[in-house]
């Protein structure tokens, strides 16, 4: 089960929001999109800009207010949008939000131990936070990169082609405060097949001699 | 005009219906939740599903444009099978709280549940549960109750006006609510108690009262203000338990104020239940003799003009018409229907709401001024409000007065007369506006009236009506609205002053002179009794309040819910209201009592009973000739033009929730007034 989204309690909820100068430059680049009189479609990515600029990677209810006076629209309709996409976060997370798909390709793939390890080694449950601020956990549905499953995302990066070692070496790249390397764990490049490429070897250099015109139509 | 055969009867409809319409034209009844003739289409309940030849699957008729040539079925076995897939699913989470759920009786899931639904559930899993939500002092939730239909977010987006509803969070975890805590502030906010299929939204004050079935059904008509929704009283055992409103679509459509609703509290509070009679200073119990005999000892060697009777805002026509003619016996020409002082009453197209209210789906711009639609008449701001959707924003809306909320985008253009003058004379861009419309409107309210300078402003708005072609053809464009249920029909009954009579305010001053020895209020309560302390007050009323706290005689008359009474609204049409129940204790229907006054006084009126008195209104006016239906005016010279005072034009509703005796009395209106009223003062200091 995935964690239940709800508004964060009032203590807190910020009082006030706006955007900073170098955001509401992006805002109006995003508003002016769109045709005259369709501003409101802007809510979404405006949604976005707010959640980045806030300190816990988060939307407070006063951003929402924020958009929805904006954008000229009743705020209700502002706040059905932020709760009905789930990566919208209501609430604030840690500085490093980890996603980690438990679809059934990942499940199959072995899901199981990425959750085990993280929680494990950072010491959290599903949809909760380290006391340090550095790490929060959630269960996510597909993510679509079923092709390198077990994966996880944390912030805006996938992490790909897991297994609990591969998981807790992230973890602790991040605790030191570094960067890991984004992408496929095991070595592979992008999701090209596990064992090395099948076709079109010919041109991409990597291993077999050219082959004649009929063996190309083949059984590669 | 698509054809289309429903289960083999073919019928016609009119381009841009649904399959759903279709249906209802050949006479099938589909069943549905989400779907709702004034709202607009959502198609998420899935019950109205039907079989279309050549589709794949069932479809959802609600949402389905009716075509050519469809050839639809409502009771085949797979619409069957569907209908039971769909039910199934609703009451997955839907509690099995039916005894102890106020919608019980009325709940359409209950009712559909019986035709579609299966004895018993194959659903052995946790249900969910849905906190409830806190939405004010008369919509009480039950969120867990909720089917997701939607129907009260598309009420408050696109009737009311206030976007507090919504369905937040998604899936399962879908909720209907406000995100955050809000109270619907909104006049018309009970309506979605009978806009929800189910027992989530219900009724606060009426929680736990009664069930359908045990009520007697009244028609009616509603007091609270001048518009004369169409009304139905509940009541059992001779006690009001609610009002519901009735479907008229030429006023009310099936929408009715919260006031009208919840009003009716008050009824049983305060309530003048015995006549009285001032004794020594202090109002003492009576019996009807002795108070018919206390008037008699005061008035017999009166000379006419020293006897003035004011009548109040929620009289019915009857009474009025029976304290008229008592007036003549007396001799009298003092007499106003008019309590708030104002002058109106020349010519009828000069007092009425000229061009009706389903007339404002036909205007294309409206100028309002000194009237706050919203707070004096919401049903008429709702169909303001209609016009402007249904027409993309088309619809201009121009607010000379005091600033107010009409919920939709409006231009103000001024608080007072020196605007009324600059549209006049083309000076204000709205004024183009009007120039170019074909169908111009303008409302005005009786905060314009009601001044000394009352004539100049009725002049000035019906030289703009003039000016602008409001008034062409079979077009009248120039409206008052009216604040009090009582006042057309007693300008039509001509109970205005006489020949050389007194009218409100010189009654009141005469009073306090000592020139006027009598008064007669006949439910008046908002006149400055203070200036009455001199005078022998008689007060026939059914509530205790400002008039009869003045009064020397009390005379114990019906409230609107107790009498057969007949009301002219806003537009000048008469209508009739049933009586629900029996006045409380020794109270009478209101023109008996005069009647029986009148005999008492060896002046007995010549009427026995109410059919003669409504024969006699007749002969007064024609607008009681024939009902329910707002007979045209001619438009003719009225106002006088004269200097206009600069000051703002001021609404005479200054709390929507309490404006007469019933809503004053009423717990349910107070603690709207703390709610919203209050709150809203509040925060404007802050």
């Keep these: 089960m995935s964690h239940v989204r709800r508004p964060a309690p009032k203590e807190l909820q910020p009082v006030s929001f706006a955007f900073t100068p170098e955001y509401m430059e992006k805002a109006k680049k995003i508003i002016a999109k769109y045709p005259e009189g369709r501003q409101q479609s802007a809510v979404m990515p405006l949604l976005d800009l707010a959640q980045r600029q806030t300190e816990g990677n988060w939307v407070p209810t006063v951003a929402m207010d924020y958009i929805a006076d904006m954008l000229d629209m009743p705020a209700i309709r502002v706040y059905e949008v932020a709760t009905f996409y789930t990566m919208y976060n209501l609430a604030p997370v840690g500085k490093n939000f980890i996603q980690v798909c438990t679809t059934t390709p990942c499940w199959l793939r072995g899901s199981a131990d990425v959750v085990e390890t993280c929680k494990k080694e950072l010491g959290i449950g599903i949809g909760e936070t380290t006391e340090d601020g550095l790490f929060t956990m959630i269960e996510v549905e597909c993510l679509g990169a079923c092709v390198n499953a077990p994966m996880m995302q944390i912030n805006d990066d996938f992490y790909e082609d897991l297994t609990a070692d591969t998981t807790k070496a992230i973890l602790d790249t991040l605790k030191k405060g570094e960067k890991p390397n984004v992408g496929p764990q095991s070595g592979r490049k992008g999701c090209e097949p596990i064992d090395g490429p099948k076709v079109l070897k010919a041109f991409c250099g990597c291993g077999a001699a050219p082959q004649d015109a009929d063996a190309s139509k083949g059984d590669a | ?686």
């Design chain 2, 1 to 686: 005009m698509p054809k289309l055969t429903v289960d083999g009867i073919e019928v016609e409809v009119e381009a841009g219906a649904t399959v759903l319409q279709a249906c209802e034209e050949a006479g099938k009844e589909i069943p549905r939740f989400c779907y709702h003739e004034r709202l607009s289409i959502a198609g998420n309940c899935r019950m109205c599903l039907v079989e279309m030849e050549r589709a794949p699957k069932p479809v959802a008729s609600c949402a389905m444009p009716a075509a050519d040539g469809m050839v639809i079925k409502t009771d085949s076995p797979l619409v069957h099978k569907a209908r039971n897939g769909v039910m199934e699913f609703l009451l997955i989470n839907h509690p099995l709280d039916c005894p102890i759920c106020d919608q019980g009786g009325e709940c359409d899931l209950q009712d559909q549940a019986m035709a579609y639904g299966c004895g018993s559930s194959r659903y052995a899993e946790k249900k969910r549960a849905v906190k409830d939500k806190e939405l004010g002092p008369i919509v009480k939730t039950v969120m867990t109750r909720c089917i997701h239909c939607t129907r009260c977010v598309r009420f408050s987006e696109e009737v009311a006006g206030v976007g507090t509803m919504g369905a937040v969070y998604r899936g399962e975890d879908t909720e209907v609510g406000p995100y955050i805590e809000a109270s619907i502030n909104s006049e018309l906010s009970g309506n979605l108690i009978d806009l929800c299929p189910v027992g989530a939204l219900t009724s606060k004050p009426y929680a736990f009262t009664a069930r359908p079935w045990e009520l007697k059904k009244t028609d009616s008509v509603d007091v609270m203000d001048a518009v004369g929704s169409n009304i139905r009283i509940d009541a059992r055992t001779g006690e009001v338990l609610r009002v519901l409103p009735r479907t008229n679509e030429d006023i009310n459509e099936e929408w009715i104020s919260d006031k009208t609703r919840y009003a009716i509290d008050g009824l049983k509070r305060q309530r003048l239940d015995r006549p009285y009679v001032r004794v020594n200073g202090k109002l003492q119990p009576a019996s009807w003799d002795e108070a018919f005999a206390a008037i008699k000892a005061k008035v017999s060697g009166l000379k006419g003009k020293q006897i003035a009777a004011i009548a109040g805002d929620t009289v019915d026509c009857e009474s009025m018409t029976a304290l008229k003619d008592l007036m003549d016996k007396f001799g009298s020409p003092n007499l106003d229907c008019r309590q708030d002082g104002s002058n109106i009453g020349g010519p009828r197209s000069s007092y009425i709401f000229n061009s009706t209210i389903s007339g404002i789906d036909e205007a294309d711009v409206c100028l309002v001024v000194g009237a706050n639609v919203r707070a004096e008449a919401p049903i008429i701001n709702s169909r303001l409000r209609k016009r402007w959707r249904t027409t993309a924003g088309d619809f201009k809306l121009g607010i000379i007065g005091e600033k107010w909320d009409p919920t939709f985008k409006n231009d103000y253009l001024g608080a007072g007369p020196d605007t009324l003058s600059e549209i006049l004379e083309g000076k204000n861009e709205f004024a183009k506006l009007l120039k170019a419309a074909e169908k111009p409107m303008i409302i005005v309210g009786m905060g314009a009236l009601n001044r000394e300078d009352g004539d100049a402003v009725l002049a000035a708005t019906r030289a703009i009506a003039e000016k602008f072609g409001m008034v062409s053809g079979e077009w009248n464009g120039f409206n008052v609205l009216h604040t009090a249920a009582s006042r057309v029909g007693g300008l039509d009954l001509g109970f205005v002053p006489g020949e050389g009579g007194l009218a409100t305010n010189d009654i009141l001053d005469g009073a306090a002179k000592g020139d006027v020895k009598v008064v007669y209020l006949l439910g008046a309560d908002e006149v400055d009794t203070s200036k009455l302390e001199k005078a022998f007050v008689i007060y026939q009323g059914a509530m205790g309040d400002a008039g009869a706290q003045a009064a020397d005689v009390i005379l114990p008359g019906a409230a609107y819910t107790e009498k057969n009474g007949t009301y002219v609204n806003t537009e000048g049409r008469a209508q009739q209201g049933w009586r629900a129940i029996f006045p409380v204790g020794d109270a009478r229907e209101d023109w008996a009592i005069v009647r029986a006054l009148s005999g008492a006084l060896d002046m007995t009126l010549p009427y026995k009973n109410i059919d003669e008195v409504r024969a006699r209104m007749v002969e007064i006016s024609p607008t009681f000739a024939s009902l329910n239906v707002p007979s045209k005016a001619e438009w003719t010279d009225f106002g006088k033009a004269g200097d206009m005072k600069p000051e703002g034009f001021v609404s005479p509703v200054r709390n929507f929730y309490m404006t007469d005796p019933i809503s004053r009395a009423s717990v349910t209106m107070a603690k709207c007034t703390e709610a919203f009223v209050k709150e809203a003062a509040a925060e404007k200091v802050a």
